[in-house]
């Protein structure tokens, strides 16, 4: 299948992707800072369980909350962007997150947070779901040169947010929630002063437009095999740091590797296993080698254990730059109601992994979910074999119509 960089818009010549307007910049960083908040709790889990008296079952549903909203509003937020444009749906998201990460800092109770983390996913999926389309739509050098941005910044945010959250948790863990809030202020005025407002889609998105889209071959196969990787990925991202049972500082280091390894291989080296081994090839062999580098990581020692969880950074990268052009390009769905629905089915599986994992070692062992992950990936390469025809066939045939199209509003990876 065809790659960003072929969708019919490559690069001005001589045009740099850093030489961008501001509002360019100013959305690419407050998508920084969005995605900082996936991974901004994981330093300080045990922290959190300990300030309030929580179990790690409980505390594990700060990411439960968060991306079972987010999975809903994915059909809404087309809907909402279609009908009052681009730069009030970041504004809107903004201070959502704004609102309910400084309220989470308040929080009392394990139930209280778990709720203000659940407002906090609403108000990231409507600005996340519109930053790629606002991105495309004004920067310069064409939308390969966007979306590279935006994978960066995704990269640097997953990789940033384990340190902030280490260095303000440190002191209390409630100090990292008042960071976000801050820093999303920042990126809410920047936006306000330096983003125009983007062309309204010339038709409205309807509610049930990302469910039609589903019933595609090739996009639910792509779906399914993401909600199995994302059971996997997300199982690493919250249910490790209790296994690992540092201090927020050590922690925070751990992921900060895992992030730079994430970023690394999503923008840099996927593309380059994709000109050579091809797309789904690389995929299926990705998801293999995370399912045997998280069932390593459950068997393991504790330096086992750190080094594995570093390590599928790396296999977690890949598969997010794949999978995004799978949801972009396999169907003939726009690809704002395509990605809507992939991200909707996928984010469920982010909100069921925290939730079972600690639920599985207190019916087994600490090594069970890291084994049911690694099974849930496997699962994913199997499906990505067996549907390679409608994963790569169709996805070429339908190539050209993609790129004329604007739209690229997705939560990407």
């Not at 330093?43 to 999975?71: C, E, K, N, R, W």
């Not at 990292?176 to 920042?186: K, W």
């Not at 895992?258 to 299926?284: K, M, N």
């Not at 052009?325 to 909707?344: Q, T």
């Amino acid at each position: 299948m065809q790659r960003a960089e072929e969708d019919g818009t490559p690069p001005a010549a001589g045009v740099s992707i850093l030489r961008q307007p501001p509002a360019v910049w100013a959305t690419a960083g407050a998508s920084v800072v969005a995605f900082m908040g996936i991974g901004l709790v994981d330093p300080i889990l045990p922290s959190i369980a300990q300030g309030l008296d929580a179990t790690p079952s409980q505390v594990s549903l700060l990411f439960t909350s968060y991306f079972l909203i987010t999975a809903v509003a994915m059909l809404v937020t087309g809907f909402v962007s279609s009908r009052i444009g681009g730069r009030r749906t970041l504004l809107a998201g903004l201070a959502l997150v704004v609102v309910f990460a400084a309220l989470a800092g308040t929080s009392d109770s394990v139930g209280q947070l778990v709720g203000f983390r659940a407002g906090w996913g609403l108000g990231n999926a409507l600005f996340v779901s519109t930053s790629l389309a606002v991105i495309v739509g004004a920067a310069a050098g064409g939308s390969a040169a966007a979306i590279l941005l935006y994978e960066s910044a995704l990269g640097l945010g997953m990789a940033c947010g384990p340190l902030l959250g280490a260095v303000l948790g440190n002191a209390s863990w409630r100090y990292p929630f008042f960071g976000t809030a801050a820093l999303m202020a920042i990126g809410f005025l920047c936006i306000t002063v330096f983003l125009k407002e983007q062309p309204k889609p010339a038709r409205k998105v309807s509610l049930l437009d990302p469910i039609r889209a589903l019933g595609h071959g090739g996009l639910a196969s792509a779906a399914a095999a993401a909600f199995c990787y994302n059971y996997a990925f997300f199982t690493v991202l919250a249910f490790t740091p209790f296994v690992l049972n540092m201090t927020p500082y050590k922690s925070g280091a751990v992921f900060f590797a895992w992030g730079v390894l994430l970023a690394v291989f999503s923008v840099l080296v996927a593309p380059r296993l994709q000109r050579r081994f091809g797309s789904l090839t690389v995929l299926a062999g990705s998801l293999v080698l995370l399912a045997v580098d998280v069932v390593v990581l459950g068997y393991g020692s504790h330096t086992t254990a750190i080094v594995c969880t570093v390590l599928s950074g790396a296999f977690i990268g890949v598969n997010n730059t794949v999978f995004t052009e799978l949801a972009l390009g396999v169907s003939d769905a726009p690809r704002p109601v395509a990605s809507a629905g992939y991200n909707f089915v996928r984010w469920f599986a982010a909100a069921a992994a925290p939730y079972f994992a600690p639920k599985i070692e207190e019916w087994s062992d600490v090594h069970m979910p890291f084994v049911v992950a690694g099974v849930a990936a496997v699962l994913g390469a199997v499906i990505v074999r067996v549907r390679r025809t409608a994963l790569t066939l169709e996805a070429e045939e339908l190539a050209p119509k993609h790129a004329t199209e604007d739209g690229v509003g997705v939560f990407a990876n």
